[in-house]
């Protein structure tokens, strides 16, 4: 695919690309006008004036932590540099917003001056260097007025020296023959969060430096659209919602930069996909707030998401306002600064309660929007060999009733050794017994093969979605394929599996969960307090319902690392009694809410006939 037109029209010549450049400041994500709006929105609108006093007891709580320091964890400063971020932002708006904002100025100026001593920014691990300039980059525009002259100089020789120097010198012209190298032309997150933050740092500095500045955006623009086109064709992205959380919440900066600091994005969201992409986010997050979190991502809330205001405006999608709203601590400005005071819900804007991205194999589905009890499923095909990937094909979430009852277990220790190299499949969060998927004699999916989202449809009574999985188990299997279905209007799950081997194995069913669990000769039941979902095993294959331990088989993996235990999980396991050839298994999963619900007689029937 080639780059979007509007890329191509204005990318041309290097020293054209400042052409409009703003010459007061702030020009960055902010203007002088949005600013005023902002005083105006928190002086005469309750709901900004409760996000400015969330935002003002967070600062209290900043100011009380030690400034920043050169801590190298593993290979990375990027917990330092993260830091500096987040009290940059948080403390150059509590600046313009809670006069006089000295006490918030001197907060600022502590971490900036611990981490412009540094004697670099790591750029080895080019993430630190990045996100260290973009939290420069803002406190040198936000700023500008409240700093010295001799501050104003320590900041800018920071950002030329320790951010856009190292990218230049070598990324961006890295290569033997001065190409570019690198993170320049990965298509992962590094590309948006690295690119991101020399944008904001050209953009910062770019009336006196006019040359680097014009340089460092043109070679960000040449780099930027491999990474872009892989929100292609609807918005999923393939490192999974963690990471998507992580690329957004820095290319939307660019954007926004790019466009109050220049007037133009040079056609950056004009890439297939982008203009969708807001549904990723919407649709991952369960109604237990939680995020359906396959690939490297963590099991936490990932509720308020203040990136997405922008994205509503610019693509027209007021239920992302609300994707953006729900759950927001109010921790970061920008849900102030570019907050939309008139939210609707998804179920008042009619919004589909189920999607499937194609382009990575993920789809999700839910029974209501406006239920904080209903149920959810997020189902992924699966691709084991891309970056962040686990051997998951076929792995899913559940969520009813409130609670998450089949739990994915993310991401372990980034600095186990060998943790995205030759040891990765040894550990237990990563591998396929980790995960909650199909297994045919314990043996791992094909590390990288690839799922496929074959079809999928919905009524109002139910919803679905089929995956082929056979390319996971091609030495074993010539067909293994799954299906998720919620019926019983929406609010039970029943997950299906039909194979055919190569030879005789013993196929096993499995998921991880926090629940209690009890486990009977021809069903289970998951507890939590006084909730219950029932696990039904449909199938004329004699098999055996077994609880077991997800903790690894060994800890203690050297460099004084040791693998998570996995104490609070448990692992349910619903196995054959012998080794079979073929076979289709449906497992039910029902929340024990309505005693009339239908306990799973008819509900198995080929997967071809689903649709």
């Known amino acids: 695919m080639a780059a979007s037109p509007g890329l191509c029209q204005q990318t041309g010549r290097r020293d054209d690309l400042l052409h409009g450049l703003r010459r ?77 904002g000295e006490r918030w100025l001197n907060g600022a100026r502590a971490n900036l001056r611990a981490a412009a001593a540094f004697p670099d920014w790591n750029p080895s691990h080019f993430l630190d260097a990045a996100e260290m300039t973009h939290a420069f980059a803002i ?12 501050e104003k100089e320590m900041i800018h020789e920071a950002i030329v020296t320790k951010g856009l120097r190292p990218a230049v ?11 570019m190298t690198g993170w320049a032309i990965r298509d992962n997150n590094w590309n948006q969060v ?41 918005g999923g992205w393939f490192e999974g919602v963690g990471y998507w959380a992580y690329t957004v919440r820095y290319t939307v900066p660019l954007l926004a930069a790019l466009d109050t600091a220049l007037g133009r994005r040079f ?62 601590s109010g921790k970061h400005p920008l849900s102030l600064f570019w907050r939309e005071p008139d939210v609707r819900t998804p179920a008042q804007l009619h919004t589909r309660r189920e999607a499937t991205f194609v382009g990575m194999n993920a789809a999700m589905m839910r029974s209501a929007w406006d239920d904080p009890a209903a149920s959810y499923v997020g189902f992924y095909a699966g691709h084991n060999g891309v970056a962040h990937s686990q051997l998951e094909m076929g792995t899913f979430v559940f969520d009813a009733l409130g609670e998450r009852w089949v739990e994915e277990l993310g991401s372990d220790d980034y600095d186990l050794p060998g943790y995205f190299g030759d040891q990765r499949w040894d550990y237990y969060r990563l591998n396929s017994q980790g995960q909650n998927v ?67 194995a013993v196929y096993q069913w ?87 619900a239908p306990r799973g007689a008819g509900l198995v029937k080929p997967l071809e006939a689903w649709d």
């Open 24 to 100: 007061e400041h702030p020009r960055l994500l902010m203007t002088p006008a949005l600013l005023e709006a902002a005083r105006k929105a928190v002086a005469e609108d309750e709901k900004a004036g409760e996000l400015l006093t969330k935002l003002r007891m967070h600062g209290e709580t900043l100011l009380r932590e030690t400034p920043v320091k050169y801590e190298i964890i593993g290979p990375r400063l990027l917990t330092q540099s993260r830091h500096c971020l987040e009290r940059v932002y948080v403390f150059a708006a509590l600046c313009h917003l809670d006069a006089p």
């Open 438 to 504: 199909m297994l045919f004699d314990g043996r791992n999916q094909g590390t990288k093969a690839r799922g496929w989202i074959t079809s999928s449809g919905a009524n109002n009574g139910s919803a679905h979605a089929i995956a082929d999985l056979s390319e996971g188990y091609a030495a074993q299997a010539r067909v293994a394929r799954r299906g998720v279905r919620l019926t019983n209007e929406r609010r039970s799950l029943l997950v299906q599996d039909e194979f055919e081997l190569k030879s005789p």
């Open 267 to 328: 056609g950056l969201d004009e890439f297939p996909g982008f203009s969708e992409t807001g549904d990723f986010y919407l649709h991952a997050i369960g109604p237990t707030g939680l995020a359906f979190n396959f690939s490297d991502c963590n099991r936490v809330s990932a509720r308020g998401f203040p990136w997405l205001h922008w994205m509503a405006r610019r693509f027209e999608r007021p239920v992302w306002h609300w994707a953006a709203d729900n759950g927001d």
């Open 194 to 234: 690295c690119n991101g933050g020399m944008i904001l740092g050209a953009l910062a500095i770019a009336d006196r430096e006019p040359k680097l500045a014009g340089e460092v955006l043109g070679y960000a623009l040449q780099s930027l659209p491999k990474a872009m086109r892989e929100f292609a064709p609807d």
């Open 139 to 150: 406190a040198y525009d936000w700023l500008f007025d409240r700093l010295d002259a001799q």
């Open 510 to 596: 499995q998921i991880h969960t926090m629940a209690q669990v009890k486990t009977e000769i021809d069903r289970a039941q998951l507890i939590i307090g006084d909730k219950t979902v029932e696990v039904r095993a449909l199938s004329r294959l004699p098999v055996d319902f077994v609880l077991e331990e997800a903790r690894p088989a060994n800890l203690a993996r050297g460099n004084g690392k040791t693998e998570d235990a996995n104490e609070k999980y448990r692992k349910l396991v619903i196995r054959t009694r012998d080794k079979v050839q073929k076979g289709t298994v449906g497992v039910l999963l029902q929340p024990l809410q309505d005693p009339n």
């Open 169 to 179: 010198d070598h990324v961006y012209r890295g290569g033997k023959d001065g190409s």
